[in-house]
């Protein structure tokens, strides 16, 4: 179980909404969020409404200005990350809708190049955990949140013009 508390001003400032599940729009809870504080759980917050534009993933702990983690605009939706128990799988796809070169992963990779000699990936299928894909080699730049499911585009997730180097699992420590 998650709990996260958004604010309207930096500092913990201003009208306050208390979070313990996905939210698409802040906007009906607040004009605008620019603080927040994790008290429990993970949580990818997005700079757009319905879990689009870029992402950041929270860990518990106190985020007094939205750019202190990044962000460049204010939290506009979250969602909260569940604990998974269990085994990791996914298999990476180089170009969309599973087609390509493609390899399964059930641990992290820093190097997608290094290791499979794929310099893309646009397509995936996770059958086990919680991913976070990243545009850069050594889980750097920007990133994308991946549950359970299949994504066959990730340009039609607006992610165009990203290209995900490498990804890492959301392990129990995390929390």
């Given at each position: 179980m998650g709990k996260i508390i958004f604010y309207e001003d930096r500092n913990f400032q201003g009208r306050s909404y208390e979070c313990m599940s996905d939210c698409s729009d802040m906007s009906s809870y607040l004009s605008r969020c620019s603080s927040c504080r994790v008290e429990s759980g993970c949580f990818v917050v997005c700079d757009r409404p319905n879990y689009m534009?870029?992402?950041?993933?929270l860990r518990r702990g106190e985020y007094s200005d939205y750019m202190?983690?990044?962000?460049?605009d204010s939290i506009q939706s979250c969602r909260l990350i569940p604990q998974h128990q269990g085994s990791y799988r996914m298999r990476i796809y180089e170009r969309e809708n599973f087609q390509g070169q493609n390899h399964e992963?059930?641990?992290d990779c820093d190097n997608m190049m290094d290791r499979y000699r794929m310099s893309d990936c646009q397509s995936c299928h996770v059958m086990d955990g919680h991913w976070l894909m990243y545009e850069q080699p050594h889980y750097r730049g920007r990133m994308m949140y991946l549950?359970?499911?299949?994504?066959?585009?990730?340009r039609d997730m607006g992610m165009s013009g990203m290209r995900f180097m490498s990804m890492r699992r959301i392990m129990d420590s995390w929390y």
């Open positions: 534009g870029s992402q950041y993933l202190s983690f990044g962000m460049s992963l059930m641990n549950r359970p499911g299949e994504y066959r585009s990730f």
